[in-house]
Nanobody, 113 residues
């Protein structure tokens, strides 16, 4: 099973980015997929998740600014990030749960003026 994240980059405060994460080797249809992030010097923290039926949950720090979605046919999960803040700077990791929690390699998001 592989999870490949993409879409990271550098953006100014107030800007937007869209992360994508494509799964291969196994289908996560019906399973929870999500995003975590880790900022320098901080522990990894949960950001958002989406169930197989499309129910979404968000951490308080991103609620109202980030939107998680998925394309079941493409086995892909997305994270639309709007109104980005400097404190959103982190490496973002996508996850998929099939019994155990699978992690993808991270993608760097930098928010700076």
């Amino acid at each position: 099973v592989q999870l490949q994240a993409s879409g990271g980059g550098s953006v100014q405060p107030g800007g937007s980015l869209r992360l994508s994460c494509a799964a291969s080797g196994s289908s996560f249809r019906g399973n929870v997929m999500g995003w975590y992030r880790q900022a320098p010097g901080n522990e990894r923290e949960w950001v958002a998740s989406i169930t197989g039926t499309g129910t979404t949950n968000y951490s308080d720090s991103v609620k109202g600014r980030f939107t998680i979605s998925r394309d079941v046919a493409k086995n892909t999960v997305y994270l639309q990030m709007n109104r980005l803040k400097s404190e959103d700077t982190a490496v973002y990791y996508c996850t998929g749960r099939r019994g155990i929690l699978y992690w993808g390699k991270g993608t760097q998001v930098t928010v700076s003026s």
